[in-house]
């Protein structure tokens, strides 16, 4: 039978991973002054190094990465800072300074955040209802005034600018 060339197949045993890194994968990226990697080839790095097979696919997604997958719409990392930030759903940040250990920040929101960038020495994210986040350090996050009730779903830095 020809297939396609886009078309992917996955063994069923690896059906629930796929769809979860579709949808919760699909939009993590990290890198710094334009060069992303998707971070589903981490993923799969991470399942390489632990060298498991089967059913122990999931328990690895449930145990090691439940929290950063759980709802989290990006991962990026700032190489100056050394760190990455991941936002999620109920004001959820967590930072990390290998990608693999994650602590859990106080954001003062209970609103979805969506976006997070760095850029001039300042961590930023965004998300609904014109939430904005700001922190110097990945740790400590002021809420700004965006002016706007309309949900925001990416910010950016460029020019001395965030937009």
């Known amino acids: 039978m020809d297939l396609p060339s886009k078309v992917v197949l996955v063994p069923m045993k690896y059906f629930l991973f796929s769809i979860l890194s579709f949808f919760l994968l699909s ?4 890198g710094q002054s334009s060069q992303y990697e998707s971070v589903g080839q981490c993923v799969l790095q991470i399942l390489d190094e632990k060298k498991l097979s089967g059913n122990k696919m999931f328990d690895l997604v449930k145990d090691e990465c439940e929290r950063l997958m ?5 991962i990026k990392v700032d190489e100056t800072e050394g760190m990455f930030v991941t936002v999620g759903h109920s004001g959820t940040i967590l930072t990390s300074s290998d990608g693999t250990s994650w602590t859990e920040r106080t954001s003062g929101t209970s609103k979805f955040l969506i976006g997070v960038t760095y850029g001039n020495g300042l961590f930023v994210t965004v998300g609904d209802r014109g939430t904005i986040l700001t922190s110097s350090n990945g740790t400590s996050w002021n809420e700004r005034n965006s002016g706007t009730s309309e949900d925001l779903y990416e910010v950016t830095y460029g020019n001395g600018l965030f937009v």
């Open 27 to 30: 939009n993590i990226v990290f």
């Open 70 to 74: 759980k709802s989290k719409r990006r």
